[in-house]
DNA sequence: CGACGGTTTGAGTCCGGTCAATTGTCGTGG
DNA sequence: CCACGACAATTGACCGGACTCAAACCGTCG
């Protein structure tokens, strides 16, 4: 019961707190399901027994679009894209996935997305009717994914906003606030980031074209904001104005 | 237990089958509250005695993005919009919500969006504490906010596609299409839907300007597509045509 | 070293935005 | 019933930001 509350307390925190701050965090310890910070042995041996760890590497695709759902998976090592296609090849990129994220809440009886490995990839795949059953017997679980899928939901809007109203440039400050952002809550230095994804990536995830984000990088730097160092790090050296061009103060 | 099973089997359909389907649903029914298809009285009555009921005119703010989220709230009739603005003004409707429609899965401690009146509107007011309660104690609508949120961020990768990567005409026949298919759920008359909202308000939903979404709509008028009729009716001439062109074959 | 994929840079085009004027629609009140 | 005003919708002319096409420039790895 007490376990119950703990979990329950977590339940509106960004995935990456949760796991810094609970020191049983399924994910961080045992590496396998991120979902419950703090889960009985009895419940946790039921997780253990149906999940299968798998490997993948850069370029693999993990799901296809359009294929039978059935399963859900946990990113625990390693950068994934998430995309869409268009019947005449255009694509979208709906999301990039780090290790503790989820994936599965997104999708009914097929896979709405394609799910492909930028970095090797460490995961845990969970049968889908098994994992139902054991979020049914353990009902913190339940509140959880229901609370990040509330926080996926305001993230996608976030992302509405960006796609539809901002400028080329608002963009990309956007995508590397938000890395910034995700960096500091896991903890890492903050004013530097590594891209994992090419260009043609970011584009797709920004609704632009490779042309269009490397100009805006390059503009970036030139304006001093950042720097471009080997091995797709950046250093960000003004955040504070980065940071205000991606809020979208004025055009 | 018999009516726990019944809720559990809609998990994965849109709001409107549920409704069409279940005789018991209590938006069609009582008209308060739409996740629960099959309720016991005595949970019902719980529900009953945390519910208000509220009208709002066209134009009247239901929740203001940035406000402390206290309630829940379903619509019970009308149109309501919602929507985020930037600093200068720009502004991003992230979707148009109809009778059925629940409001709340997208948000944590604040309100994240604006939401609006397009039309006079009837909705349900939740005490966002007590309706949690009342979660907590009736398990299978714990399941269904799960369901209605993952559908939702369904559409909101779809809408991404659309924003990201779709052409002007794309986007205004994958807005109409839209319309239809909702219209089709609900059992109306699948060739033609009301427009409640403004040219400015779709071009806001699409990432477009007025002018551009206009345009839009008077080429497919030409094309033969559509008619434009008084009241915002618009009728679908070739709705086949319109489909592939908002499934965006080709450019 | 040379090949290959990714990145950057350049020149030109076009889609959709901007600005401005006109037309249409609807509700109100004389 | 019609005239009026306010606001929405349409249409036109022009502009510019992002796209397209193309070439040059890397960095990495066999």
New interface residues.
Partial sequence: MAMAYAALNTI?EPAERRCNAAAGCVNCGARELSVCAAMPASDMSRVTSIVSHRRADAGETLLNEGDKATHFLNIVDGTVKVY?L???G???I?GFLYPGDLLG?????TY??TVEALTPVKYCLFPRRQFERVVDEF?PM??Q??AR??????A??????M????TAQEKIASFLMALIDRNRRVNKRSDSVVLTMTRADIA?Y??LTTETVSRGFTRLKTEGWIELCAGGKVRVCDVEALSELA?????
Avoid: H, I
């Fill in positions: 509106n869409k268009l019947p005449d255009r694509r979208q709906t809440l997104a999708f009914n009886d709405t997305s009902r339940e509140k994914l229901l899928a509330s926080n996926e939901l305001v996608a809007q976030e992302q509405m906003v796609l539809g109203r901002k797709d920004l609704g809020a979208g103060a004025d055009r």
